[in-house]
C-alpha cells in the first residue's frame, strides 16, 4: 500500500512563479485536505474536501487553489509565489473525516526566494 | 475557534526516565488523537481516545482523555532515543466537522 504519496518532495520557486503540489490516495478515502506546517507554528489547515467535486477552505487559504477531480487525486496550486509561501506542505486523507484519524504524505520542502 | 495548547513546547531527557505531556483546551473535544512526527515525514497516528476518562496504552506509552473531554496527556515509562519526535495532539468536535484542530506540538529529544 503506498498510502498517501506527495509530489515533489523539494522544489524552489522563484517570486511570482507558479506550481501544483501533487497527492494522491490508494485507500479510497472520501476526506482530503492540505496543510501548512512552519516552525512552532502547528499545522494550519489550507484547504479539504469531502468528496470528489466538492472543496472548501481551511484557515489559511489565500494565495492558494485546489480541485478534486477524482476520489485519489487532490492538487494544490501556488498562484505568485510569495516568501510567505516557505512551508512544509502536507497532504493528508481519512476514511471517515476528523473522528477517524489521518493518513498524511511524507510532505513537500517549498522555499520560495 | 477551538483551540489545544500543549505543554511543555521542548522537552529534553535521558533514556530511561518518565515523562508526560499534556494537551488542553477550554472546549469539549468529541475525540482526541496523539501523532508523533519524526524529521522529514508526515505525522502517524499513534491514538484515538473518544470516551471521557479514556485510558489506552499502546506498549510504553499510555493516552489518557480527560473525563470532561476538554485535555489529554501522553506519559511515556523508560523513553528511548526512538521515541524522539514531535508529538501532536488533534482534536475533533464531531457532528459534521470533519477537519481536526491541531496543536503546536511538544518535541521530544531522548538521549543515549
Known amino acids: 500500500n503506498a498510502g498517501v504519496t506527495q509530489t515533489p518532495k523539494f522544489r524552489i520557486l522563484k517570486i511570482g512563479q507558479s506550481m501544483t503540489l501533487q497527492c494522491t490516495q490508494d485507500?479510497?478515502?472520501?476526506?482530503m485536505y492540505w496543510y501548512r506546517q512552519d516552525p512552532g507554528m502547528g499545522l494550519k489547515l489550507i484547504y479539504y474536501?469531502?468528496?470528489?467535486?466538492?472543496?472548501d477552505k481551511g484557515e489559511v487559504p489565500n494565495g492558494y487553489n485546489v480541485s478534486r477531480s477524482t476520489t485519489e487525486d487532490f492538487p494544490l496550486r501556488l498562484e505568485l509565489a510569495a516568501p510567505s509561501q516557505t512551508s512544509v506542505y502536507f497532504c493528508?486523507?481519512?476514511?471517515?473525516?476528523?473522528?477517524?484519524?489521518?493518513?498524511f504524505g511524507s510532505g513537500t520542502r517549498l522555499t520560495v526566494v | 475557534t477551538q483551540l489545544l495548547e500543549q505543554s511543555p513546547q521542548f522537552l529534553s531527557i535521558q533514556e530511561g526516565e518518565n515523562l508526560t505531556v499534556y494537551c488542553n483546551s477550554s472546549?469539549?473535544?468529541?475525540?482526541l488523537q496523539w501523532y508523533r512526527q519524526e524529521p522529514g515525514e508526515g505525522p502517524v497516528l499513534l491514538v484515538t481516545?473518544?470516551?471521557?476518562?479514556e485510558v489506552k496504552k499502546l506498549k510504553r506509552l499510555t493516552f489518557q482523555f480527560g473525563d470532561a473531554r476538554k485535555d489529554s496527556s501522553l506519559h511515556i515509562t523508560a523513553a528511548q532515543p526512538g521515541d524522539t519526535g514531535l508529538y501532536l495532539c488533534?482534536?475533533?468536535?464531531?457532528?459534521?466537522?470533519?477537519?481536526?484542530?491541531f496543536g503546536k506540538g511538544t518535541l521530544l529529544t531522548v538521549n543515549p
Open positions: 493528508a486523507s481519512s476514511y471517515s473525516g476528523g473522528a477517524g484519524g489521518y493518513t
Open positions: 485507500m479510497n478515502h472520501n476526506y
Open positions: 474536501s469531502v468528496g470528489a467535486g466538492i472543496t
Open positions: 472546549s469539549v473535544f468529541s475525540s
Open positions: 481516545v473518544v470516551t471521557g476518562g
Open positions: 488533534a482534536g475533533n468536535s464531531g457532528g459534521s466537522n470533519y477537519k481536526l484542530t
